[in-house]
């Protein structure tokens, strides 16, 4: 959906988020077309404990808060939903207590999404890095540092985040330029492995053959190959 703080431009919500909306604050939201939703809203009033709490982690007046999907708030949202609509004893106390636990949780998450956020903008930097040094032979230790990461830390959310260790990555980097080169220039293959900085053409024929299953030689004639019958046929 769509929602409209007064005097400010539309924002659209999307599932994973969390509209806080402050008292006596004018806005209105609709559904964009094609889509429904289920509407439910928690209203509070926050003592002096509660209201320190959301100005200290809300300081914002129109807070959307992108906290993705946590099967626990939902559940909390569902339970909270239930005691309502069933009209339990105590269910203000109850409320309260369950309200505590949301934005606690609330807040865990969002905090946990910006320090997501800044890991994945260093991955994605250092994935930049890597294709700028494809030509070169770049210390994986020195981007971990140019991103003021350990390289141990690096390794670990680079694989969490890419599905490959750094110095796969890099590596599969130099061997797609590899074929790009194979296909497009007329380099000898040992010409290939020195601009792309492989210690020598027999560890290049290795690490290239390890990924394509063939050798540089093969996969260069298989590529002529197609070209000529690409030729023929037109």
């Not at 439910?40 to 992108?66: C, G, N, Q, W």
């Not at 946990?112 to 210390?139: G, P, R, W, Y």
Request: net charge positive; charged share 25%.
């Amino acid at each position: 959906g769509v929602v409209c703080f007064d005097g400010q431009p539309e924002i659209e919500i999307s599932k994973g988020k969390i509209l806080l909306i402050n008292p006596n604050q004018k806005f209105t939201y609709y559904l964009l077309p094609h889509t429904e939703w289920k509407e439910y809203f928690i209203r509070f009033e926050a003592d002096s404990y509660y209201s320190a709490l959301i100005s200290k982690f809300f300081p914002t007046v129109d807070s959307i808060i992108d906290i993705g999907f946590n099967d626990e708030l939902l559940k909390l949202f569902h339970r909270a939903i239930d005691v309502v609509q069933c009209g339990f004893k105590s269910s203000q106390v109850y409320l309260s207590g369950m309200l505590f636990h949301v934005l606690g949780l609330v807040i865990s998450e969002s905090k946990n999404k910006t320090l997501e956020k800044k890991d994945l903008q260093k991955i994605e930097q250092a994935k930049i890095i890597m294709a700028e040094n494809v030509f070169n032979d770049a210390s994986l230790q020195d981007i971990a540092s140019k991103l003021n990461m350990s390289y141990t830390l690096f390794r670990r959310n680079f694989k969490k985040y890419t599905g490959d260790a750094p110095a796969k990555y890099y590596n599969d980097l130099k061997i797609n330029k590899a074929k790009q080169l194979l296909i497009e220039s007329n380099n000898s293959i040992k010409e290939i492995s020195f601009l792309l900085q492989f210690s020598s053409k027999e560890y290049f024929t290795t690490s290239f053959k390890k990924a394509n299953g063939i050798s540089p030689k093969e996969f260069r004639q298989k590529e002529l190959n197609k070209s000529k019958q690409s030729t023929v046929k037109l």
